[in-house]
């Protein structure tokens, strides 16, 4: 999609937002709160209404007031527009009760049959949902019909193509809406802006002047209520095959022939494909798992990962993964790209290192000896900016060359101010803008990099997982990854 | 001269400082505190003195008085290194007299003979007093024997000339140290840095990616006591030849095979050799030359150049010079250099803008429009500072791309606390460094360059000649010499 103007705003159409997992906890943490902040910021239609399901029995009045629970200053007029059913994901009569009340809604809502569903509910209701959709009719519509799916999209390749046969029995290519929301936060989606609308970049944007990349998410909290889900899927599969490679085809993309969606998907898709597959020992090399033990993380204890509650006490998941990924291609060739994610470590911090080549010759050297490299900082929380390390001669010293942070963040003044992820997707839907949405293609290239590495690790179970104490930055075999390219990890200097 | 090791502190040699013109405004202004903040550091070797000279008789308790006058919190342990001598330039007797009690002072001091001599004195003085230095045998001394000479360096290339023949019967040309107090500013220091010890500027700093270069050095004071002067030498001698010129030629260098004195100067000179010389019509074509007229700055109403005291009436002397420059070898061809500097200008501003070019193809045309180019902004005064200006995302807006500037500056609470040019300067003098200090075939290669322009300027007169009024930024013809080329001035935009 493209937009035709230079308006800054394309208003959405009218629409029946069809919520599957109206009870839990993105919902509530997440999506309500988006779709009120679009509410009031206008940018839904005035036709529109919120249809929630869940297993739960409930009427739309206490429906509201859960919704009004998750809202900061609910407005009535806001709620009146959520409706509520219970639904049994099993069972097909549901869907044809909610079919009939939708077509009632509708009309009096005047949303011209225009439907998003959203599927915030476990992966396992994935298939039988999407067959029950079709079953029912309700994907037989006069207006639009829209999947947005939630992660995870899979476990592995396999089952990721069994979904997406599934998926697409009932819905086009082009109106499933798969969710990253780390593609809905402003600097992510800056990272191509960054790139592309600046002239200075391109030039050096490559395996002449870049000595290597560092993609970071680091978390602080544990698994919470996850653990159930965790402990089968790990940090390759939950944050590495969506969220890292995800960034790292941002990154690494050539730029599109223009912005459309399907040109830029496209690039992101020929990034994934040009991901050197790991096989055998060479995985050992490049990877580096762990699991937490117990340790200190804000100043609290905090036990270890088989000691949380739902977790094996003998699981061999890895609750952190660092790579050494090489993308092979002209632009980036033997340029090593370094991702690591991880629990409970020391901050939580997302943000992408671009590290360039040394200075070619250091006319420096004998008075400032080593000069620091120079490094575009993409940081995309907690503290959203853009930082730039210099070398600079700071004047109080006649002699000494020193680095500076040059920085656009909310320390300077100038913050982004963005919104929720969660918004901005939700409105992207709306408006029928899969950007910012991975393409069936960029996931399965996604699962065909990573099945060979969460093959090997589970052979190998124990053997190789290192542990590292909560709150540290994970194992120091990490360290060895980088030092063995002369190279080693910039932490963020700002909580 | 090279440092030879890391430290950041070179211990400054024993010196005898010996100072004409000890009573005028610069050594009031700027030389008295500069050394004393070179000896409350301990920059200074604990054996030296000051010798002040000037036509006034006074004795050395007067003077240190009026040096103490010059000093915010005076020691008077450091005013007891003062001493005074009243002494007629013209008059070969007073040399004598120095001489005599010079060699007491520096066996009682201890200062090894080393003599730094400062001409703080009207140009006219020069070659009689390095004349008189060497008949006085002032310049016969067992230590080191350094001129340190104030600008202006001539007033066109012969009488440049003819200075300089009648000083290198005195000085040997590595014994010169010619002032441009622009080389002291800390920030001018760090063109060189910010483009030899940062690896993402050098491939991008060229032709292929730099659309043009602006210096700008705006001032908002008029002539003040200095009418006679600058009534006969105007901005482009006053201000082009020298500061100007030296700021383009850093801009312009070639990376210097090693951080040496003369290999930094041979860098420099080469790129005053490679200004394309302009000559009739053309200077007519790239030179805008204005004077001002009443106006208002800063709230104040402010006369005329032509009726300030000391100024010609009819004086058609140019207050205000915009030129532009081209530097014709591969770097930099085709690339307009454009300088301007002018008093009485709404703000005091001196700073370097590198305009990149444009990105080779805007994908953002339709959501956006136009992009703002990428510029580097190098602020030299009054905030001494590095910006970035990059196009970037912000969140609140779906589509818009907005300029931010990346700051490294006070405002940023990373300030570069620089000391006065002077401080730097002083220092650099005494342990010999003259990196910071121009050398004859740099003031000749500028002169041959100003020359013609100075003398078409001369012939046309009042022809040609823009009158702006005061508190604007100059003539409006000088917005024309950009916006042929489908540029325009970028206005400092802190104060």
């Known amino acids: ?5 230079t308006s800054a705003q394309i208003n959405a159409p009218q629409a029946a937002i069809l919520l599957f997992g109206a009870t839990g906890d993105l919902a509530r943490r997440k999506l309500y709160p988006a779709l009120y902040q679009l509410y009031r910021q206008k940018k839904l239609h005035p036709s529109f209404f919120v249809f929630g399901m869940a297993r739960r029995p409930m009427d739309d009045e206490t429906y509201r007031a859960l919704v009004a629970e998750s809202l900061e200053n609910p407005d009535e007029q806001f709620l009146r527009h959520c409706y509520y ?22 009309a009096s809502a005047g949303t011209a049959g225009n439907r998003l569903f959203y599927l915030s ?6 298939e039988p949902l999407a067959h029950h959709l079709k079953e029912s009719g309700l994907v037989e519509t006069a207006g639009f019909r829209r999947l947005v799916i939630e992660k995870p999209f899979g476990y592995d390749l396999p089952s990721a193509e069994k979904l997406n046969r599934a998926l697409c029995q009932v819905f086009q290519e082009s109106e499933i809406f798969r969710i990253d929301h780390y593609l809905g936060k402003t600097m992510v989606q800056n990272i191509e802006v960054i790139r592309f609308a600046n002239s200075i970049f391109e030039p050096i944007w490559n395996n002449r002047y870049i000595a290597g990349i560092q993609v970071t ?4 909290i544990g698994v919470e209520e996850r653990a159930g889900y965790y402990d089968r899927f790990g940090a390759l599969r939950d944050m590495v095959q969506n969220h890292l490679l995800q960034m790292v085809a941002m990154v690494a993309m050539e730029p599109p022939s223009r912005l459309e969606t399907e040109a830029i998907r496209d690039e992101k898709v020929k990034v994934l494909n ?3 597959v790991l096989s055998g020992a060479e995985i050992d090399h490049a990877l580096v798992r762990g699991q937490y033990v117990r ?28 790579a050494k990924i090489y993308v092979d291609n002209f632009r980036f060739a033997h340029v090593p790209f370094f991702v690591r994610t991880g629990k409970r470590l020391r901050q939580k911090i997302t943000e992408i290192v671009v590290q360039f080549k040394d200075v070619p010759w250091n006319l420096y050297v004998k008075k400032s000896g080593r000069l620091e490299p120079n490094r575009l900082i993409i940081r995309i929380q907690p503290d959203e900016g853009i930082h730039l390390w210099l070398n600079t001669k700071q004047g109080g010293d006649r002699l000494r060359i020193a680095p500076v942070d040059m920085e656009v963040s909310r320390f300077t003044g100038i913050g982004f101010n963005s919104p929720e992820a969660y918004e901005l997707l939700l409105y992207d839907a709306l408006i029928g803008d899969s950007t910012n949405f991975t393409r069936w293609d960029e996931v399965a290239a996604s699962w065909a990099w990573i099945d060979p590495i969460a093959k090997r690790f589970k052979e190998k ?16 075999l990490a360290d060895l990854l ?4 002369g190279l080693h990890w910039w932490e963020g200097t700002q909580a």
Do not use: C, W
């Open 461 to 476: 179970g124990e053997d190789g997982l290192k542990f590292y104490p909560a709150g540290s930055m994970g194992p120091e």
């Open 1 to 5: 999609m493209e937009s035709l103007n």
């Open 482 to 485: 980088l030092s063995k390219e």
């Open 121 to 126: 509910i476990a992966p396992d209701h994935f």
């Open 274 to 276: 040009a991901l050197r």
């Open 295 to 322: 340790g200190i993380v804000d100043g609290e204890i905090r036990r270890a990962y088989r000691e949380e509650d739902g977790v094996d006490p003998r699981s061999t998941t890895e609750t952190y993964v660092a």
């Open 217 to 220: 998410a680091s978390e602080s």
């Open 85 to 106: 059913q219970s639904l049994d994901v099993e069972r097909l009569e549901d869907y044809e009760r909610l079919q009939r009340r939708l077509l009632d809604l509708e």
